[in-house]
């Protein structure tokens, strides 16, 4: 089983819609989560941490849920700028903070 | 220099031969980190450092590959005797603590032909 899992899409949404995407991790003492952004052939981005009580962002709403170790992140009023790949990132419980990656979620968004 | 820099942005090399990349990590940052990204899959760990202390490889790095960072600054990454497979994007990274999320500098990509 991968750490990280995603769904890799890619979800195919109208500018305007909401899109929320998912990522299950399966180590339990993992402490730290993230989503981080990647445009073709760059390097990835942090979009937002994600804190066990939920964070927004304008647009972005990141959720973590601890007992069933999954993550989301919704976005509301998708723009063609929002086209990209979202990238699912947990630290495990290793003193030094290695992050280890999902394979990402492509999003598509389309006039 | 307000990013994390990587030199070359790509390399073109014929299997058998070495290569070696650089990263010059934001000044204020500690913690320096390798990952390489193949085609349709997210960056994989490689090695980290905490200033000039090389404290964690991945097993994906085999004994043809070697990291440092000399002076607790930038770092470079060699690779021997480079084989197809090794053709991916490597990318760098830094951090100023644990918790931080990561900035990652713009990559170099390998192609081993």
């Known amino acids: 089983r991968k750490e990280v899992e995603q769904d890799p899409g890619p979800f195919n949404v109208p500018e305007g819609a909401t899109v929320a995407f998912n990522c299950t991790y399966s180590n339990s003492a993992s402490q730290s989560f993230f989503w981080y952004r990647q445009d073709c052939r760059k390097e990835p981005k942090l979009l937002m941490s994600?804190?066990?009580s939920g964070n927004e962002d304008g647009r972005f709403t990141a959720q973590l849920n601890r007992a069933s170790q999954y993550i989301s992140l919704l976005i509301r009023d998708s723009k063609l700028s929002d086209s990209a790949t979202y990238l699912c990132v947990v630290s495990p419980n290793t003193g030094f903070q290695k992050l280890v990656f999902g394979t990402g979620t492509r999003l598509l968004v389309s006039p | 220099d307000t990013g994390v820099s990587q030199d070359p942005r790509h390399k073109i090399t014929k299997r058998g031969q070495n290569v070696t990349f650089r990263c010059d990590p934001i000044s204020e940052h500690n913690r320096l980190y390798w990952y390489r990204q193949t085609l349709g899959q997210g960056p994989e760990f490689l090695t980290y450092?905490?200033?000039?202390?090389?404290?964690?490889k991945s097993r994906l790095l085999s004994d043809r590959f070697s990291a440092e960072r000399p002076k607790g600054s930038f770092s470079t990454l060699e690779i021997q005797r480079t084989e197809q497979g090794d053709s991916a994007m490597y990318l760098c990274?830094?951090?100023?603590?644990?918790?931080?999320?990561?900035?990652f500098g713009s990559g170099t990509r390998l192609t081993v032909v």
């Open positions: 990274a830094s951090s100023l603590a644990a918790g931080d999320g990561y900035t």
């Open positions: 450092f905490q200033n000039e202390a090389q404290l964690e």
């Open positions: 994600v804190y066990s």
